[in-house]
């Protein structure tokens, strides 16, 4: 059995979050390698938010051309979890409700697929000001779809 997760759902969230890049169908051997891609795309995530949030929050100097490229790149991969999450893929630290309201949880990945989104827009800029603002909206959007899907 396949784990496939490619769907008009996913096609439509990243409609509505703006994101230009296509979703991609993507199938899994095993519940356990869908759950390892979903964390290793969750993971790098985190790390290039980190880079922007530590320049917003004065832990690191600010560096425009990085802030503006690891923004990008995070971008780029809050499309990426969600075909990880498809049916039967129920574990790691996914929280069951994952999977018994979908909807809801759809809605919170695209809040965050959207803040990151205009985060990446505003590093562009380079408005320092205006990046504190997004990280702190997007950082927020992560920390809610967190609070109630995932496993503390
Ligand atoms: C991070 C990270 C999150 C968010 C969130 C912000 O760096 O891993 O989940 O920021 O903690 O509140």
């Not at 697929?113 to 800029?125: F, M, N, R, S």
């Amino acid at each position: 059995m396949k784990y496939a997760f490619a769907t008009a759902a996913a096609a439509l969230m990243v409609a509505l979050a703006g994101g230009a890049a296509m979703a991609q169908s993507q199938t899994f051997a095993t519940p356990q390698d869908a759950i390892k891609y979903r964390q290793a795309t969750l993971k790098e995530l985190q790390q290039n938010f980190k880079v922007v949030a530590d320049m917003a929050n004065g832990r690191t100097s600010f560096d425009a051309g990085l802030a503006e490229s690891s923004a990008a790149r995070a971008a780029e991969l809050i499309q990426q979890p969600w075909v990880g999450f498809g049916p039967g893929t129920e574990g790691g630290k996914a929280q069951p409700l994952v999977w018994q309201e979908q909807d809801k949880f759809k809605a919170a990945g695209a809040r965050a697929q959207d803040e990151v989104a205009k985060l990446a827009a505003v590093a562009k800029t380079g408005d320092l000001d205006a990046i504190k603002a997004a990280v702190g909206n997007a950082g927020a959007s992560c920390k809610a779809c967190h609070d109630d899907f995932r496993k503390r």
